[in-house]
């Protein structure tokens, strides 16, 4: 990790604009539903009274450790549930909360996931092919590229990676298996990169050869697009009136689906879209926190 990146991993994206457009109330509820490190909560709650609750959900139990010291001299309730927050309907019934007035979803990964070794998230450092942001989750990332056949291989890069050669790299992975299991990030990119016929930092392209795919697998792990239209499907039943739900994504799959979810909720009388377009990181925020310059913010209130 890079000194601006440790420099910047705790830094909430977006928290100006976020304070600008959401006010909760002193004695209200929050549901941050990424908790991560805990500084979106650490935000808001510094303004809660002790009336108020903060709900912090994450499935990375090292994140909730780090979110506990970072929360401990709020006034408000914190209560740090490890689960995955398209729960949040029954996470909620089982604390005894009514309604929240303000759902927060940072759909990004600071430095630290995406660097830890035990995680295999990263083709920057060779280590075990995981990808898995929770332990208790049953397949790997390994497992879905030594087992899925080729065909459905290629359907999960491209589906989740927008990787326009996701054919030939699924057809590279396959044969390449062949000789034994792809155990590690670093076997994994070598074989991408090949398939691509790129060296690990060819000239050719802004980013590495092997980013779409890692992406695409992550988010296979992880299902993260399905918890995320779980949350999104919840989140009526669970937000008070004018309550207010915020997303923020870093790329296109992500920021699609939050669009047209409230875009057909509006149109139902269920939101109020507070912003038409996407709020973005000003030039300051991305000097500062460059991983703040791909993230999209867009807020809905519940009518």
Not at 70 to 90: G, H, M
Not at 186 to 213: S, V, Y
Not at 275 to 293: G, Q
Request: net charge neutral; aromatic share 4%.
């Amino acid at each position: 990790m890079s000194d601006k990146e440790r420099s910047t991993e705790h830094i909430p994206v977006l928290a100006g604009i976020l304070a600008e457009q959401i006010t909760v109330p002193t004695d209200g509820v929050m549901v941050d539903a990424t908790l991560g490190h805990g500084g979106h909560s650490s935000l808001f709650g510094s303004k809660m009274s002790p009336g108020g609750t903060i709900i912090g959900l994450d499935v990375d139990e090292k994140s909730l450790t780090r979110a506990q010291l970072e929360l401990s001299d709020l006034e408000c309730r914190v209560v740090l549930i490890r689960e995955n927050f398209a729960q949040i309907e029954e996470i909620l019934a089982e604390q005894g909360v009514e309604g929240a007035d303000f759902i927060l979803a940072d759909l990004g990964f600071c430095s630290a996931q995406l660097m830890d070794p035990d995680r295999g998230m990263s083709f920057q450092e060779n280590a075990r092919l995981d990808m898995r942001l929770d332990d208790r989750l049953p397949t790997t990332a390994a497992d879905i590229v030594n087992r899925t056949d080729e065909k459905d291989l290629a359907d999960i890069i491209y589906r989740y990676g927008e990787e326009r050669a996701s054919r030939r790299i699924a057809r590279f992975i396959v044969e390449r298996r062949k000789a034994g299991p792809i155990s590690t990030t670093g076997q994994l990119a070598a074989i991408i990169c090949k398939a691509l016929n790129q060296p690990p930092r060819g000239r050719r392209f802004k980013i590495h050869p092997a980013t779409r795919t890692f992406q695409a697998l992550r988010i296979a792990v992880n299902d993260e697009l399905g918890n995320l239209e779980k949350l999104l499907n919840n989140a009526p039943k669970v937000l008070k009136k004018h309550g207010k739900i915020a997303i923020i994504s870093f790329h296109s799959l992500e920021d699609r689906i939050v669009k047209n979810d409230f875009k057909a909720k509006a149109d139902q009388g269920v939101y109020r879209i507070v912003n038409k377009k996407p709020l973005t990181a000003d030039r300051a925020e991305i000097r500062d926190n460059p991983r703040s310059r791909s993230a999209k913010l867009r807020i809905a209130e519940r009518l």
